[in-house]
């Protein structure tokens, strides 16, 4: 079919657009829609061309979103709907598939995850088995959070948590903390406040000194297993090259 919508969903990476994929922002600057949440579309403004219609909304407005981004898509146009980090990981992708009726038009373009670029600034404590937990109970019940992070534990894994603190989701972090010190001991672990975007703030410290009052919504953390360790700042997990190659 000629004319045939295609909906791309699009991860914008976490800020800086030169973290932004090749592939993203050429679809970015091809299409004839462009839907997203207000700060994630602001983020791409350079790659926007003139004629280009713009969709935003601000929080909890996934929903219409997706929908504004499928209907224009049945109509015959290229659409880009954008999505913050990656387009899968706590994102939009999942619910355009749920809701759409034409998978076939859908095209998903991955993006650099906070966890990831976090990992990048803080030294390199993602380098072997991890888990990427939320500390949201939005959409997930906390009884299924507080399985998961005994699973962390069990597993020993490396754990970026996302959603970690809002104004008024306290309590969460805090638990998980204890948690973790309770099972493995006193871990480095490390935060970066708007990564790769304006006023970012990176720290590395241990569980024991974590300032809870530092991290809110547009901060991730990152624990480290019980190999972790601190170098000049850096925190670094093994991947057991040296233990097994050093005479
Ligand atoms: C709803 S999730 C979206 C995750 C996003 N899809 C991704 O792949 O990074 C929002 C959470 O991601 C984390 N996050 C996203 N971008 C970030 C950034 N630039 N700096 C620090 N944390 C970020 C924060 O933990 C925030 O609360």
Request: negative net charge; aromatic residues 6%.
């Amino acid at each position: 079919m000629e004319n045939r919508g295609k909906l791309y969903v699009i991860g914008n990476g976490p800020g800086d657009i030169s973290l932004t994929a090749p592939k993203a922002a050429d679809v970015i600057k091809n299409a004839d829609l462009i839907c997203g949440y207000k700060p994630y579309v602001e983020q791409i403004t350079p790659l926007i061309n003139a004629r280009t219609e713009v969709f935003t909304n601000g929080m909890t407005g996934e929903m219409e979103r997706v929908q504004v981004a499928l209907e224009h898509c049945a109509k015959g146009l290229k659409v880009a709907l954008v999505c913050g980090g990656d387009a899968s990981l706590y994102s939009m992708a999942s619910l355009v598939f749920e809701l759409s009726e034409d998978v076939d038009a859908i095209e998903i373009i991955p993006g650099i995850t906070s966890a990831l670029s976090a990992s990048a600034k803080l030294g390199a404590p993602v380098s072997d088995d991890m888990v990427i937990l939320s500390m949201s109970d939005l959409l997930t019940p906390w009884e299924l959070i507080r399985k998961r992070i005994d699973a962390v534990n069990i597993g020993d894994f490396v754990c970026a948590i996302y959603n970690p603190r809002s104004r008024k989701r306290t309590t969460q972090l805090p638990y998980a903390v204890e948690k973790f010190m309770t099972a493995r001991g006193d871990l480095p672990c490390g935060w970066v406040k708007n990564c790769d975007r304006e006023d970012e703030q990176i720290c590395v410290t241990t569980l024991r000194q974590l300032d809870f009052e530092q991290i809110d919504m547009s901060t991730v953390v990152i624990v480290g297993s019980t190999k972790t360790f601190i170098k000049s700042g850096k925190m670094v997990s093994p991947r057991g090259y040296t233990e097994k190659y050093s005479t």
